[in-house]
Nanobody, 124 residues
Framework: QVRLAESGGGLVQAGGSLRLSCAGSSLGRYTMAWFRRDAGKEREYVTSISWNGGSTFYTESVKGRFTISRDNTKNLLYLQMNSLKPEDTAVYYC???????????????????WGQGTQVTVSS
């Protein structure tokens, strides 16, 4: 069981930036991802990254604005969010999967370890 802890959320104006971090033990063993959930909506698979950072996936709505990265030496996962929009408002969760990245991104249901989430609010 890996314990994950997100940080870096907050309130930002539209067009602004935030960087989220996720800390956990032995993150280098896992494919990592960020999900988000806004009130009344389903959880959304935002982005993921292979264990060595060589492969990434982004949902269409964040391409060109968000960047996922990791530092396995520090057991940290990051999400750099630029050009934020009000529709990016949500609780953001980091997640870990023991599944390996194949020819396609690891599917959402393979992520089995979750953090407690951090709130991101983008004002218009």
């Amino acid at each position: 069981q890996v314990r994950l802890a997100e940080s870096g959320g907050g309130l930002v104006q539209a067009g602004g930036s935030l960087r989220l971090s996720c800390a956990g033990s032995s993150l280098g063993r896992y494919t990592m991802a960020w999900f988000r959930r806004d009130a009344g909506k389903e959880r959304e698979y935002v982005t993921s990254i292979s264990w060595n950072g060589g492969s990434t996936f982004y949902t269409e709505s964040v391409k060109g604005r968000f960047t996922i990265s990791r530092d396995n030496t520090k057991n940290l996962l990051y999400l750099q969010m630029n050009s934020l929009k009000p529709e990016d408002t949500a609780v953001y969760y980091c997640a870990a999967s023991p599944a390996s990245w194949g020819s396609r991104p690891v599917p959402a249901h393979e992520f089995v370890h979750w953090g407690q989430g951090t709130q991101v609010t983008v004002s218009s």
